[in-house]
């Protein structure tokens, strides 16, 4: 990432005093200059300045030894931390100060951007795709940030965190501007948020998609999970908020949210923007909205009924924004597919559908599945499994999702990580009903094969959980691996056997 060459060189006492809201203190000589800001001692840049926070494993303080004998030339830390080294600026809270003192030495790009934050369990990346797509068919420079990576236009500039650290962050915005963006379009995950990492950044626009079971293992309750996706709207004071109120934190948040724009996929709702019609089959979406006193048409190719959520939420990012309603419409049905999001790896040359989508969830299984249910009257076989070293109480409400929804079940693995597979798949078990019948396949491209090659002429395939993944984590492995890839070679093989049948 060339973020070197668009930072600041500022003095300690002059980023002290930038960071007084958060109550920093130097302690040290004020006059030395700093020109980058990382966290960690084997990243960090010759004039830099070290950030020694507490971390899931070990202290950076432990490290501060190591990031000034790589050149760091000042140190960021709590102010009982222990850390002798001056100069170095003390703070109470050093999530905080990292992530205003990055967006300080980036410049503060988020001052001149137009920054759009997208928050909720599922539909993050599909709607902060749909928002970039549109934006560009208007011929508005954006980039966008999040889990697919941070691109700029078409241009994919590097891999990311779903929501970056905030050095990363900053980076990536100062970039965007550099490049002549004048939007950026970008997921912002709860554990961002918890962290802090967006501190310092000016959205324009934030927007909910939902809230259902997920990340439980970091934020232990439903309720911490919903606190910390609602700061984004409280804490960073956006522009425009844009809800959508088809969970019930959804409506608690728009009731907090007076002046927010709020979206519905029911009618008569008291939502500024609704649903009155709706079809939603294997060619697309075609709704008509209510928009105030004005109906407005919407059509889409993507599939189901979470993406009219999704459309819904963008649109509603669209006209926060200021565009024309009836532009902003016509140039979201111009929006494609966004990798691993139920995408197509079926040809006409099958006699399968068969889908991969990223749906790790069990709101997002039943969701996906649904939406290949209202394709039509066929028999749909479903292949997952359940991440590693994750919450693990939401496996069972997964299977069970899956059990309702599907015909024919393959359970396999995930991304263990560093957690016994068969531990995790008897997790699994546990939430499927009793004498629910099933097979079990631990490889994943065997269960892949296996699945397609056994499944009904005409039946839906649907591999769930990686989406746009190329990579398995196994242990301390990352292992190439892509759904996408074993789901056309075995559709390759089905063919070919088909061939020798019929021969």
């Known amino acids: 990432m060339p973020g070197s060459a668009l930072s600041l060189s500022l003095t300690l006492a002059t980023l002290t005093e930038r960071l007084r809201s958060a109550g920093a203190r130097l302690v040290g000589d004020p006059s030395v200059r700093v020109d980058s800001i990382d966290d960690d001692s084997r990243e960090i840049a010759v004039g830099g300045l070290f950030v020694a926070r507490s971390g899931q494993r070990e202290s950076g303080v432990h490290f501060v030894d190591a990031a000034v004998g790589r050149g760091a030339l000042a140190v960021l830390t709590g102010r009982d931390s222990g850390v002798g080294f001056e100069p170095r600026i003390e703070l109470?809270?050093?999530?905080?100060?990292?992530?205003?003192?990055?967006?300080?030495?980036?410049?503060?790009?988020?001052?001149?951007?137009?920054?759009?934050g997208i928050t909720g369990t599922n539909g993050k990346t599909t709607t902060a795709s749909l928002v970039d797509q549109a934006l560009r068919f208007l011929r508005i420079p954006s980039a966008r940030l999040g889990t697919l990576g941070f691109f700029i236009g078409d241009e994919l500039i590097f891999d990311t965190l779903t929501t970056p650290l905030p050095h990363r962050l900053a980076e990536s915005l100062a970039l965007a501007k550099e490049r002549g963006v004048r939007v950026v379009v970008m997921e912002v995950s709860s554990h961002a948020l918890a962290q802090k990492r967006v501190a310092g950044v000016r959205f324009e626009v934030a927007a909910f998609t939902n809230l259902s079971q997920d990340h439980l293992d970091y934020h232990e309750t439903l309720e911490a999970y919903g606190a910390a996706k609602a700061r984004l709207f409280f804490e960073h004071a956006p522009a425009h908020s844009v809800i959508f109120t088809g969970s019930d934190f959804g409506r608690e948040l728009a009731g907090r949210l007076p002046s927010a724009l709020t979206a519905s996929r029911e009618p008569h709702t008291g939502a500024r923007l609704s649903v009155e019609r709706s079809r939603i089959g294997s060619a697309g979406i075609e709704a008509e909205l209510s928009l105030g006193e004005t109906t407005l048409s919407l059509r889409s190719r993507l599939l189901g009924a979470h993406n009219l959520e999704n459309l819904l939420v963008a649109l509603g990012i669209l006209l926060s924004l200021g565009i024309d309603a009836e532009q902003a419409a016509f140039a979201l049905a111009q929006a494609g597919n966004v990798p691993g999001r139920l995408e197509r790896c079926d040809g006409p040359e099958d006699d399968l559908l068969a889908v991969v989508d990223y749906a790790h969830t069990p709101d997002a299984l039943s969701r996906v599945l649904g939406a290949l249910r209202a394709i039509g009257d066929r028999p749909l076989v479903c292949v997952f499994g359940c991440g590693g070293d994750r919450d693990r109480s939401k496996r069972a409400p997964m299977a069970q999702a899956v059990a309702d929804g599907a015909d024919i079940i393959w359970l396999t693995s995930d991304n263990p990580r560093y957690e016994d597979p068969a531990q995790i798949s008897s997790d699994v078990r546990a939430g499927l009903p009793e004498g629910c019948e099933f097979f079990e396949e631990p490889d994943r491209a065997c269960a892949i094969e296996r699945a397609i090659l056994t499944a009904p002429e005409g039946a839906m395939i649907l591999v769930a959980g990686k989406g746009h993944e190329t990579y398995q984590l196994v242990g301390d492995q990352r292992?190439?691996?892509d759904d996408r890839q074993r789901t056309r070679e075995a559709l390759a093989k089905r063919r070919m056997l088909r061939q020798e049948t019929l021969a």
């Open 479 to 481: 292992l190439s691996f």
């Open 92 to 116: 109470d809270d050093v999530a905080l100060g990292f992530g205003l003192a990055a967006q300080e030495l980036a410049g503060r790009p988020a001052d001149t951007l137009q920054i759009v």
